[in-house]
């Protein structure tokens, strides 16, 4: 039997091979953007499928994200002796900044790059993959580059979405549960908001989604050992996904919004 600290090393090279690797994927995504054109119609239908139909969950997230931070912000409030005239500042910044970028990009993590590993995993062990490739055609051109694309354009534009839908829900709570004006509420996000915090926010939620898209067709691609190794890749695209959504959110944190 292997000793703890053997297991513990073999992983650790495993993780670094895998991350290499997908290093390597999106090296050759880079290089087929120059084959852009021919994959306008596969971008678009996959802006469709990743995308907007990803909006319902993100509208449930939203809501409750919204409301839960304006409760619990008027119950730090009220512990401190803080005015609750602030909340509405408390929660813009919270949702704009942190809350919707990365609750948003874990949630697609789960619902899209899922998705994305399950469907080329499948390609994969069925070996479609390797019929794309006898027919001459590049499946990092036809299948990598459109899904990552729709990521990274579409992640933003969820956010966007969430952040509008999370401030309404906190809204309503403030006025329902907490007693304070919406007037009050919106006076404060208004005075609190800036533009930087929205672009920082629509940045981080744009490198989440190219992590969820090349983590998802790595796994895809380099899935072994039919309908197990199918679900084993789905999980591990997940788990690797939201690890690097948490990495980068703390990497931005640290370089865009300074003390």
Same mark, same amino acid.
């Given at each position: 039997?292997?000793?703890?600290?053997?297991?513990?090393? *073999?992983?650790?090279?495993?993780?670094?091979?895998?991350?290499?690797?997908?290093?390597?994927?999106?090296?050759?995504?880079?290089?087929?953007?120059?084959?852009?054109?021919?994959?306008?119609?596969?971008?678009?239908?996959?802006?469709?499928?990743?995308?907007? *139909?990803?909006? &319902?969950?993100?509208?449930i997230i939203a809501v409750f994200v919204g409301a839960v931070s304006?409760?619990?912000?008027?119950?730090?409030?009220?512990?401190?002796?803080? &005015?609750?005239?602030?909340?509405?500042?408390?929660?813009?910044?919270?949702? $704009?900044?942190?809350?919707?970028?990365?609750?948003?990009?874990?949630?697609?993590?789960?619902?899209?790059? #899922?998705?994305?590993?399950?469907?080329?995993?499948?390609?994969?062990?069925?070996?479609?993959?390797?019929?794309?490739?006898?027919?001459?055609?590049?499946? $990092?051109?036809?299948?990598?580059?459109? *899904?990552?694309?729709?990521?990274?354009?579409?992640? &933003?534009?969820?956010?966007?979405?969430?952040?509008?839908?999370?401030?309404?829900?906190?809204? $309503?709570?403030?006025?329902?549960?907490?007693?304070?004006?919406?007037?009050?509420?919106?006076?404060?996000? *208004?005075?609190?908001?800036?533009?930087?915090?929205?672009?920082?926010?629509?940045?981080?939620?744009?490198?989440?989604?190219?992590?969820?898209?090349?983590?998802?067709?790595?796994?895809?691609?380099?899935?072994?050992?039919?309908?197990?190794?199918?679900?084993?890749?789905?999980?591990? #695209?997940?788990?690797?996904?939201? $690890?690097?959504?948490?990495?980068?959110?703390?990497?931005? #944190?640290?370089?865009?919004?300074?003390?």
């Amino acid at each position: 039997m292997e000793s703890g600290l053997a297991i513990i090393g *073999r992983r650790g090279v495993n993780f670094i091979t895998k991350l290499g690797g997908i290093f390597v994927l999106f090296g050759r995504f880079v290089i087929s953007l120059k084959d852009i054109h021919r994959s306008v119609g596969l971008i678009f239908e996959q802006l469709y499928v990743l995308g907007v *139909r990803s909006l &319902p969950v993100i509208v449930i997230i939203a809501v409750f994200v919204g409301a839960v931070s304006a409760w619990q912000a008027a119950y730090q409030f009220k512990f401190i002796g803080a &005015p609750l005239r602030y909340l509405g500042q408390a929660v813009g910044k919270a949702v $704009v900044i942190e809350l919707a970028p990365v609750l948003s990009a874990i949630v697609l993590a789960g619902r899209v790059g #899922a998705g994305i590993t399950a469907e080329l995993g499948t390609m994969k062990v069925t070996e479609q993959i390797d019929a794309l490739e006898t027919m001459g055609i590049n499946p $990092v051109r036809y299948l990598v580059m459109p *899904r990552v694309l729709a990521c990274v354009f579409m992640v &933003p534009f969820l956010v966007i979405f969430a952040n509008f839908v999370a401030i309404m829900g906190g809204l $309503v709570v403030s006025i329902i549960g907490v007693d304070v004006s919406s007037e009050t509420f919106l006076n404060g996000f *208004r005075h609190s908001f800036q533009l930087g915090d929205l672009i920082n926010g629509l940045i981080k939620a744009a490198v989440f989604g190219l992590c969820i898209g090349v983590v998802g067709c790595y796994e895809g691609f380099n899935t072994r050992g039919g309908a197990q190794g199918v679900g084993l890749a789905t999980t591990n #695209a997940v788990v690797l996904s939201t $690890v690097l959504i948490l990495i980068f959110n703390f990497v931005f #944190a640290v370089l865009l919004f300074r003390i």
